[in-house]
Structures are given as C-alpha cells and as structure tokens.
C-alpha cells in the first residue's frame, strides 16, 4: 500500500468521491450536440446542396478528379463513392450528430452534417 494513502482522511474520500459523481453526471448534461438537421455538401468551399436528413435521396457531386456520390438515409448521410486514391472519407461511413465531417480532399468535396446547437463553434486543418 502507498504510504500517502495514510494521509488521507475521511472527508478527503468525501471530496474526491462527490468530484467523481460531479464529473459524471456532467457528461450527459454537457456532451449534447442536438439533432441532425441537414446534410450540407461543398464543393471546392462552395455550398453545393442542402440535403434535408428526413428522406431517402442520393445526390451525385462533379469534382476535380471525378463524381463523389453523397447517399442520405432518415437521420444520416455518408459518401457513398469517390474516386480519391485512399477512400478514406468513404470508409468513415455515416455521418449522424452535427458537426461531423467527411472530408474528400483530393476530389475537393466534402459533407457535414448540420443542426441546430453543433457540437462545437469550428474546426482547423
């Protein structure tokens, strides 16, 4: 056992267990990113499309190196197809809270998800 264990006192447990309740009970109260609302799709910066995330649709986007097809279900949306080398906004698959991001660097396009209250204000590459 450590020796500063023994240095503890009760009200010390005390302290430390309430500051772990605290922080727990945080987490659901804090982490709220809101509902999905649209699927917004840009193509070289630009505002292409506005999906709305209610209804099945797929939408087909021209980029620098070819089409990305951008697929929308009920409450979601993911790149469905790109011809960039790696796939790698492919493979991140669907896209439900807001804030969330696919990002088709080398065929320029990319697809996030919208809502009301983001689960954060920005983001920086």
Not at 26 to 41: C, I, N, T, Y
Not at 80 to 100: F, I, K, M, N
Not at 109 to 119: E, K, M, T
């Amino acid at each position: 056992m450590n020796p500063w264990l023994s240095l503890l006192r009760p009200g010390d447990w005390a302290a430390a267990g309430l500051a772990a309740v605290a922080v727990a009970a945080s987490f659901p109260l804090l982490w709220q990113g809101g509902a999905a609302d649209k699927a917004v799709v840009r193509r070289n910066g630009e505002v292409v499309a506005e999906l709305d995330l209610s209804r099945t649709r797929t939408l087909a986007v021209a980029g620098a190196l070819g089409t990305t097809v951008i697929a929308v279900e009920p409450g979601r949306a993911r790149v469905a197809a790109d011809p960039g080398p790696r796939q790698y906004c492919v493979r991140q698959g669907w896209l439900r809270r807001p804030g969330e991001i696919a990002i088709c660097a080398p065929n320029h396009v990319s697809l996030q998800i919208a809502g009301r209250n983001n689960g954060f204000d920005s983001l920086a590459y």
